[in-house]
């Protein structure tokens, strides 16, 4: 069953001020004021959706709102343990990071 139209509404707006209430945190630097869980569900519910308009709408688009929003750091240290908690090596990903992309040029 597909979400409504309401529903996919209330996942945007969510999706706002779940974000606006981070970087107010992070700015703050009151980040142990949020659960664990908390990122985790977030984490995971980006990881999938990401994951997933990827391959099946066969497009490529950046995972972050914009390229000032997250440091390299922030990228290796969120990267190197989702590998670690799936059992990945940076060989594995490596192997992903090699694949061709539609809109590469050959």
Known sequence: MS???ADLAALDAAAS???????QALDNGDTAAI???TVQRLLTAGTRL???KVEMEERFFSPY????D???TDVVMTC???????NLSTFDLAMWFGRPRP???A
């Open 70 to 72: 997250v440091t390299a």
């Open 3 to 5: 979400p409504s139209e």
């Open 17 to 23: 001020k779940a974000l606006e209430i981070a970087e």
């Open 65 to 68: 709102t914009g390229p000032q």
């Open 35 to 37: 659960s664990d869980e």
């Open 103 to 105: 809109d590469d040029d």
């Open 80 to 86: 190197s343990d989702m590998l670690r908690a799936v």
């Open 50 to 52: 990401f994951a997933n």
